[in-house]
């Protein structure tokens, strides 16, 4: 296979994971806030890019600005451009086609692949931290204190993406949000079972008096089962892994050396015939 082939394969697999991480990252998705600091033209450009509600959701808005992203995916089509340049006149027949339009594509998509992993991270390291918030949380409730002043406690306390998520919801009810807002914001904020679970415990408690220590206690030895599986089938999916390298790496090199030391050896074996 020449260069350019290698390159245009190369352009096909960066779009195609950009566009598993961007398919992966939509579900759920909330129509974004119009972003400050960015001119009409960027910001209806970020807008229908999506980038400001996929910056928040990895976590990386205080650290990295929407002009930034614009700039570092415009940076990529130009980077990936400038390589199909150079590339695509080489390329055998068609495949000059495919590395000119793949690699500009590729590069440009790049950044949001990268935001996406990142949001992916931050939300398992969020369900990650939520048992052990759960079981606080449980003991707050069976002390007598209401739910607000649970969550308060956690975010004071915590560290982490959870614990952002938290602080955010105390500071809504703090500024007069009731607490159902705040929580319907929360849930919003984070798609899934597990924070909506959550939710739906504490407006069930507020509204009929139900106790709610007890479904929290459920929900965290739920969430930790669950855990325990995906490790397991984690673990499971990586022995086939290890046995694929033990077969193309290990067992060569072991043959290589038997035959190196045969080879050595010949003139002694071979005495006798």
Not at 95 to 111: D, Y
Not at 127 to 149: F, I, K, Q
């Amino acid at each position: 296979m020449s260069g350019a082939g290698a390159l245009a394969g190369l352009a096909v697999l960066l779009g195609l994971a950009a566009v598993r991480e961007l398919a992966a990252g939509r579900r759920g998705r909330r129509a974004p806030a119009l972003p400050f600091g960015l001119g009409g033209r960027s910001a209806r450009a970020a807008l229908r890019l999506g980038l400001p509600e996929r910056l928040r959701r990895s976590g990386l808005e205080p650290r990295l600005s929407l002009t930034a992203v614009l700039a570092a995916k415009l940076a990529g089509a130009a980077c990936g451009g400038l390589a199909a340049l150079l590339a695509a006149p080489a390329a055998p027949g068609r495949t000059a086609i495919l590395v000119a339009i793949g690699m500009p594509a590729a590069g440009f998509l790049v950044p949001d692949a990268l935001l996406e992993r990142e949001a992916r991270r931050r939300r398992r390291r969020l369900v990650g931290a939520l048992p052990d918030a759960l079981d606080l949380l449980a003991v707050s409730a069976a002390s007598g204190r209401g739910p607000g002043d649970g969550l308060e406690q956690l975010a004071r306390a915590g560290e982490g993406p959870l614990a952002e998520e938290l602080r955010v919801a105390v500071a809504e009810i703090s500024c007069g949000a009731p607490l159902g807002a705040a929580l319907a914001s929360l849930r919003a904020r984070v798609p899934g079972s597990e924070l909506a679970t959550l939710v739906a415990s504490i407006e069930r408690s507020r509204r009929f008096g139900s106790p709610l220590a007890e479904p929290l206690r459920r929900q965290a030895s739920a969430l930790r089962r669950d855990g325990r599986r995906a490790v397991e089938e984690h673990a499971a999916r990586a022995a086939p892994k290890i046995q694929l390298v033990v077969a193309l790496v290990l067992v060569p090199s072991v043959l290589l050396m038997i035959a190196a030391g045969l080879i050595a050896n010949a003139g002694t074996l071979l005495a006798g015939f």
